[in-house]
Structures are given as structure tokens and as C-alpha cells.
């Protein structure tokens, strides 16, 4: 190697494989701790709904539904959580919803 007019030797390739390796997953470690930072999964609240004649999996979940979320989102959480089948729903039955907050 030469490295600003001077020649650097390698004199232990053990040493330096291993140097590199470090490096290398030094910077991996780094670079997912910086998405997950940025990522960061939030927290689902649910609050309990108790389901009244006329309502659908669907209008529950628009009720539910902040600006910045789908509704269609809101919907398969719903359906997931309370493991609903074919969004079948009664009144009188008490569902988890996740909440705004």
C-alpha cells in the first residue's frame, strides 16, 4: 500500500482481517441503531367499545380513525385484536379499539 509516499506493509493478516471485521460490524451495529431510532414503533393503546345495534367493523374504525392513520389500518387492528371473523360483529359485545393517543 502506499499512503501519502510512504509504503505501509501489512505484517500480520490475522490482525488485520480481524481489525477489518470490527470495523465493518462496528459500522453495521451503527447503522441499524440509526433506523431503529428513527423508526421507534409506538405503543398501541386499546380502550373497551361496546358494540350497539347498527355498527359495522368498518364505522367503528372510522370513528377511531386519526388524520394521519387509514382507516383500512384501523380496521385489520381491530379484526386482528379481537381475532373478529369476518367482521362479524354483535351488539352488546365488548371489543378492544385502538385509541388516538
Do not use: H
Not at 31 to 54: C, H, Q, R, T, W
Not at 81 to 90: A, D, E, L
Amino acid at each position: 500500500m502506499n499512503f501519502n509516499g510512504k509504503i505501509i506493509r501489512i505484517v500480520n493478516k490475522r490482525r488485520f482481517t480481524l481489525a477489518l471485521f470490527l470495523l465493518f460490524v462496528s459500522f453495521l451495529c451503527a447503522f441499524m441503531l440509526m433506523f431503529n431510532a428513527v423508526s421507534g414503533e409506538e405503543k398501541i393503546i386499546y380502550k373497551d367499545y361496546v358494540v350497539v345495534k347498527g355498527d359495522t367493523v368498518w364505522k367503528i374504525a372510522d370513528i377511531n380513525t386519526g388524520n394521519d392513520r387509514d382507516v383500512r389500518e384501523i380496521v385489520y387492528e381491530i379484526v386482528k385484536v379481537n381475532n373478529i371473523k369476518n367482521q362479524t360483529i354483535y351488539p352488546g359485545q365488548t371489543i378492544q379499539v385502538p385509541t388516538q393517543e
